[in-house]
């Protein structure tokens, strides 16, 4: 069984006690051996501008609910280290704590392969115990299309995503026509649920654009219902 051959990865256990909040979204990073130290670096500090970006600090503070925020990295089929475990952000502190926590992480590993299915399994193990938000989202970052054990289609049999929404960043390399089926392959097979879509980089240097239009759009009320949500709050600080 699939869910059984990812039993044995490493998710904390239990979920942290909270309130209402509007969105679950867990972020998976890409560290596959198709990105070097280079791109890696690129991708982790695009992440920490984009979050802290006044546009998307913004969109966290759009309502009074909060969003629940969780990061993880993977690469090949039992390689998934969680960076950033589920966190409420109800002040804009919280965002710059988060900031530091990823900012000064280190890349678990660079030498295995694209295992895209096993990363949907655990972002599902992730949803499963997450804070009670009306909303789950979870937003995976790719260079490069699965190509070790099961894919997106057999997660989304195997693993529950009936109530997740799973959008896609798909970086691409310096040669467009070569990677328009990457594109493809992530409209078709990786983007789940009403509404999901998919944002693009021209390569990893354009990454901190892409993530910060992409979270933007995510964490906006209107996206993600606007209809169950409260009004605007104004933030702390």
Request: proline share 5%; net charge negative; charged share 20%.
């Amino acid at each position: 069984m699939i869910r059984a051959s990812i039993a044995g990865l490493s998710l904390y256990a239990g979920a942290i006690e909270a309130g209402e909040c509007r969105l679950a979204l867990v972020l998976a990073l890409d560290v596959s051996s198709s990105i070097d130290a280079t791109e890696d670096a690129l991708q982790r500090g695009g992440l920490v501008a984009a979050l802290t970006a006044p546009e998307v600090r913004a969109a966290f503070f759009a309502t009074d609910q909060p969003v629940a925020l969780a990061v993880f990295e993977w690469s090949g089929r039992y390689n998934q280290q969680i960076l950033l475990d589920w966190t409420l952000i109800q002040e804009p502190g919280d965002i710059a704590d988060i900031a530091r926590i990823i900012g000064s992480s280190k890349r678990s590993h660079n030498d295995y392969p694209t295992a895209m299915g096993y990363a949907l399994g655990f972002g599902s193990q992730m949803l499963q115990r997450a804070p009670s938000c009306l909303y789950k989202t979870m937003d995976i970052a790719g260079d490069g299309q699965n190509n070790e054990g099961f894919g997106p289609a057999a997660a989304y049999a195997e693993f529950p995503f009936a109530d997740v929404t799973v959008n896609g960043l798909v970086v691409n390399g310096a040669d467009y026509e070569a990677e328009t089926g990457l594109i493809a392959f992530f409209k078709s097979q990786v983007l789940h649920g009403p509404g999901a879509f998919v944002e693009i980089a021209q390569g990893f240097e354009d990454y901190e654009r892409a993530m910060r239009r992409k979270l933007e759009r995510e964490l906006t009320p209107s996206v993600i219902g606007s209809g169950s949500l409260t009004g605007p709050r104004v933030p702390k600080g």
